[in-house]
């Protein structure tokens, strides 16, 4: 099935263009795999980006808990120690 103008598998290069030879077929072919490749490494790296933010986040809500959970085990000892 063609989308958007895309080729989304052998069958639609085959129907889509008029292959005079195996060479062309093969070139073409290897055209859109090779354009099929750097789309998924771009998507690839769009997606760790995303995931190290994510993890930058994470990583500073969970300093701010731990900042939290030691101003309270503070107070606890303060509490622990008063008459």
């Keep these: 099935m063609i ?3 895309k080729i989304n598998d052998m069958t639609d290069l085959k129907n889509t ?3 005079t030879s ?3 077929y093969e070139r073409l072919a290897r055209m859109h795999f ?5 789309r998924r ?3 690839t790296e769009e997606n760790m980006k995303e995931l190290g933010r994510q993890l930058h986040a994470f ?8 900042r939290i959970e ?3 085990d503070q107070i606890l000892t303060i509490l622990e120690k008063a008459p």
């Design 17 to 19: 263009v008029d292959v």
């Design 41 to 43: 490494e771009k998507e």
């Design 22 to 24: 195996s060479e062309e």
């Design 70 to 72: 030691d101003k309270l």
């Design 3 to 5: 989308q958007h103008g």
């Design 59 to 66: 990583v500073k809500k969970e300093a701010q808990l731990q």
């Design 34 to 38: 090779a354009e099929e490749h750097a």
